[in-house]
T-cell receptor
Framework: LAKTTQPISMDSYEGQEVNITCSHN???????ITWYQQFPSQGPRFIIQ???TKVTNEVASLFIPADRTSSTLSLPRVSLSDTAVYYC??????????FGKGTTLSVSS | EAGVAQSPRYKIIEKRQSVAFWCNPI?????LYWYQQILGQGPKLLIQ????????DSQLPKDRFSAERLKGVDSTLKIQPAKLEDSAVYLC??????????????FGPGTRLTVT
């Protein structure tokens, strides 16, 4: 069972940087770390994926240390529209996603 | 590019009735998934198809749930008979399914099922 551990909830204010840390001990060599975002009444949406070190796209950055036992999703300058549930997942090529409860991020003005 | 389409968006039925959900994946996507999401939890895989073959249905309650993917494109998920605990959002997702570093899955909007 590909499990990860992340905080149940986080609160932030508009304009702040938000870092969500995820623990994934005993990660397999062929596991990638993938983050999804889910808004109410919508399906999850892919945010970012990485294997090691740092990955950045137009939405977020993902930091994965050399031992790969944890990862941090960084959302720069959040806005109210970033209020959502964020899921950290270990993913192997071609396999289904195993979701936990995710982190509910609440952004206030 | 059109996204994953699902219908209906909402369905209310009584327990012991039957219901069917439909999914049309993104064109060219070989892999199709059905997930069940109960309120307050993350989605849980029910079944995974690769083209029209089943890859993983280990968590599908086969006594009441069935799914098919004819011609490797559209898929239907059926529940017969429904139970109260089947109330959930049923999500369909698809992915390219070819080897590569990213296996991004694209999710549809889901069907919200309420069993009374």
């Amino acid at each position: 069972l590909a499990k990860t551990t992340q905080p149940i909830s986080m609160d932030s204010y508009e304009g702040q940087e938000v870092n969500i840390t995820c623990s994934h001990n005993n990660i397999a060599t062929n596991d990638y770390i993938t983050w999804y975002q889910q808004f109410p009444s919508q399906g999850p949406r892919f945010i970012i994926q990485g294997y090691k070190t740092k990955v950045t796209n137009e939405v977020a950055s993902l930091f994965i240390p050399a031992d790969r036992t944890s990862s941090t999703l960084s959302l720069p300058r959040v806005s109210l529209s970033d209020t959502a549930v964020y899921y950290c997942l270990r993913q192997q090529a071609g396999t289904a996603l195993i979701f936990g409860k995710g982190t509910t991020l609440s952004v206030s003005s | 590019e059109a996204g994953v389409a699902q219908s209906p968006r909402y369905k209310i039925i009584e327990k012991r009735q039957s219901v069917a959900f439909w999914c049309n994946p993104i064109s060219g996507h070989a892999t199709l998934y059905w997930y069940q999401q109960i309120l307050g939890q993350g989605p849980k895989l029910l079944i995974q198809f690769q083209n029209n073959g089943v890859v993983d249905d280990s968590q599908l309650p086969k006594d009441r749930f069935s799914a098919e993917r004819l011609k490797g494109v559209d898929s239907t998920l059926k529940i017969q008979p429904a139970k109260l605990e089947d109330s959930a959002v049923y999500l369909c997702a698809s992915s390219l399914g070819v080897p590569g570093p990213s296996y991004e899955q694209y999710f549809g909007p889901g069907t919200r099922l309420t069993v009374t």
